[in-house]
């Protein structure tokens, strides 16, 4: 059953079809504003959902004191709807930092800066990039790039084939190897990735999840997992690779894009989280721009 607001539920497989065609509807942009990123990512931000007249209200409940939303999604008036989610997580939930996460220009575009305090948080921003460019990587900007994949062709012969069910087991193997070499056990944020791997991977299926793999010597050493995040755009949730093999990395992301991704024309390869390495990885592959997102209070 749909919940109303002020009800919510927890997000679960089966409110797939609902949440999913109201997300289509808007057409995001950023990252997070898929079904299936949310429901991978469910037990480590526990998000709720109800509606609330005609807009999808997404929370995140980790713990009763850091309570916050994402945004509304839905039509245009959002000024009003955004202004009453806060006043309800003040005043009925008692949040004392009462805030919408990883809002999109588009909502910042509705809210006036007298009545809302609006911040952009750039380790949220995400990677966008021409499909084109991902793919046959042109030019000098793309030489240490080429280098990579083409020192991996040289050293290795390999097979790209698209994930399969058969190919789940081998992918949660690689997938914890990664994490034991990462140490996520002791890590929240790489332990909340690997739950998020592990549920992608369970419920690719029912999650409409698409992905590549490439085998070496009958091995899976890298795999991703990734889907249309709008009409022109594919988002890549998941990318993992053994680290040894040089250019790996280079290999499956550009192999991904050329064999399912041709018919689309940008790929947002989401956010660096404040990284330094992972900022350094993503700018060096020449995003097109930076799709910006924004704490609202």
Not at 153 to 180: F, G, M, V
Not at 211 to 229: K, P, Y
């Amino acid at each position: 059953m749909t919940p109303r607001f002020p009800d919510f539920k927890p997000l679960a497989i089966e409110d797939r079809q609902e949440i999913h065609s109201l997300l289509w509807r808007y057409q995001p942009e950023t990252s997070e504003l898929t079904f299936s990123n949310l429901f991978i990512w469910r037990k480590h931000y526990r998000f709720h959902w109800s509606i609330h007249q005609e807009w999808l209200i997404l929370l995140s409940m980790p713990d009763s004191h850091d309570i916050f939303a994402l945004p509304p999604i839905g039509g245009p008036g959002r000024s009003g709807v955004s202004r009453m989610l806060l006043s309800w997580l003040k005043t009925e939930k008692g949040v004392t930092d009462a805030r919408i996460e990883r809002a999109d220009q588009r909502l910042v575009s509705e809210l006036s800066p007298v009545d809302f305090q609006i911040q952009p948080v750039r380790e949220q921003f995400d990677y966008l990039y021409r499909t084109s460019d991902l793919i046959s990587l042109p030019g000098g900007k793309y030489h240490a790039k080429r280098n990579h994949i083409n020192a991996f062709l040289r050293s290795n012969s390999y097979r790209y084939l698209p994930l399969q069910t058969e190919h789940i087991a081998a992918c949660l193997k690689l997938a914890d190897e990664w994490c034991e070499l990462h140490s996520c056990a002791d890590d929240m944020g790489l332990s909340g990735e690997w739950d998020a791997v592990r549920e992608a991977l369970h419920h690719m299926p029912e999650l409409s999840l698409e992905g590549g793999i490439i085998m070496m010597d009958n091995n899976v050493t890298a795999f991703t997992l990734g889907e249309r995040l709008n009409e022109q755009t594919a988002v890549i949730h998941i990318e993992k690779a053994d680290m040894e093999i040089r250019g790996l990395y280079n290999m499956i992301n550009q192999q991904f894009c050329e064999h399912r991704w041709q018919d689309v024309s940008f790929i947002n390869r989401e956010q660096d989280l404040g990284d330094p390495g992972l900022r350094a990885a993503k700018q060096s592959y020449n995003p097109l721009r930076l799709i910006e997102k924004f704490t609202i209070r």
